[in-house]
């Protein structure tokens, strides 16, 4: 069984410090591909701490934004979002049938949040529910080979203490052809999807990227282990990662964009 945490390890202290990058980035081109209008109804699907929720509700009617973590549903509320809810994506049809929101949503957006969900067979039945007839599905998440080096070296030496590296991994990146598939499977129709490489300057360092995003790996540790794996994966990936010239860390993101309607 792959590891499940039972935590919210989620820190938007460090998402903010270590990784604004993810909504920094690909805002303007994802929010004008969503194109809101002023009486829709949209749903942000793993909305982390609301930095583009907060963007999209001042374009449209209403726009419910909802993530697993707490901890960052509390930061969006603090960014001054109005409507922000602690929902797993993976159980999206659930909260979709409690809620009675089957059908009721214009457009479902998504950014750098669909890869944490590794049921993505259950997201996507979900979304299909969200929508109306014709709704559209706005998303970009880490495509196959996406953080490739990183979670490669985590896995490698969690094997080598003893653990199960693979299970620990929380993010599945799925091949363009794949998400394609599951999406026509589901009865969208793809207007885009494409599969294409972002390398990314950190705004810190690997160490603070390790500590945001792979906390998976790193809560099974004992004290004594946790610096000793940190330091061990930052070689291991130092020689394709950083640059000496001007001594920053760039990561190799692969990203998977897709713009797809509900037939």
């Given at each position: 069984m792959p590891f499940q945490s039972q935590q919210d390890s989620w820190s938007p202290t460090n998402y903010?410090?270590?990784?604004?990058?993810?909504?920094?980035?690909?805002?303007?081109?994802?929010i004008t591909l969503l194109a809101p209008k002023s009486y829709e109804r949209i749903l942000d699907l793993g909305c982390g701490d609301g930095a583009l929720t907060f963007q999209i509700q001042q374009l449209c009617k209403e726009c419910i934004g909802i993530d697993k973590s707490h901890k960052m549903i509390?930061?969006?509320?603090?960014?001054?979002?109005?409507?922000?809810?602690?929902?797993?994506?993976?159980?999206?049809?659930?909260?979709?049938?409690?809620?009675?929101?089957?059908?009721?949503?214009?457009?479902?957006?998504?950014?750098a949040a669909i890869h944490w969900m590794k049921n993505q067979k259950a997201v996507i039945e979900g979304v299909h529910k969200c929508l109306?007839?014709?709704?559209?599905?706005?998303?970009?998440?880490?495509g196959h080979g996406n953080v490739e080096v990183i979670e490669k070296s985590l896995i490698a030496t969690l094997?080598?203490?003893?653990?199960?590296?693979?299970?620990?991994?929380?993010?599945?990146?799925?091949?363009?052809?794949?998400?394609?598939?599951?999406?026509?499977?589901?009865?969208?129709?793809?207007?885009?999807?494409?599969?294409?490489p972002r390398p990314t300057h950190l705004p810190t360092n690997l160490i603070g990227w390790i500590e945001t995003f792979g906390f998976s790996f790193l809560e099974v540790l004992k004290?004594?282990?946790?610096?000793?794996?940190?330091?061990?994966?930052?070689?291991?990936?130092?020689?394709?990662?950083?640059?000496?010239?001007?001594?920053?860390?760039?990561?190799?993101?692969?990203?998977?964009?897709?713009?797809?309607?509900?037939?």
């Open positions: 903010l410090r270590h990784a604004n990058f993810v909504y920094s980035i690909p805002q303007q081109d994802l509390k930061a969006a509320q603090e960014k001054g979002c109005n409507d922000v809810r602690v929902v797993d994506g993976e159980k999206l049809s659930e909260w979709i049938e409690n809620e009675g929101f089957e059908g009721s949503f214009d457009a479902i957006f998504s950014n109306k007839p014709g709704g559209r599905f706005v998303a970009e998440m880490g094997d080598k203490l003893g653990y199960d590296g693979t299970s620990l991994s929380p993010w599945y990146f799925p091949s363009q052809e794949e998400f394609e598939n599951l999406l026509i499977a589901n009865s969208f129709k793809i207007n885009s999807i494409n599969l294409f004290e004594t282990e946790r610096n000793q794996v940190i330091n061990k994966v930052v070689d291991m990936c130092k020689s394709e990662t950083f640059n000496e010239k001007d001594n920053s860390w760039i990561i190799t993101y692969v990203r998977l964009r897709v713009v797809a309607k509900l037939e």
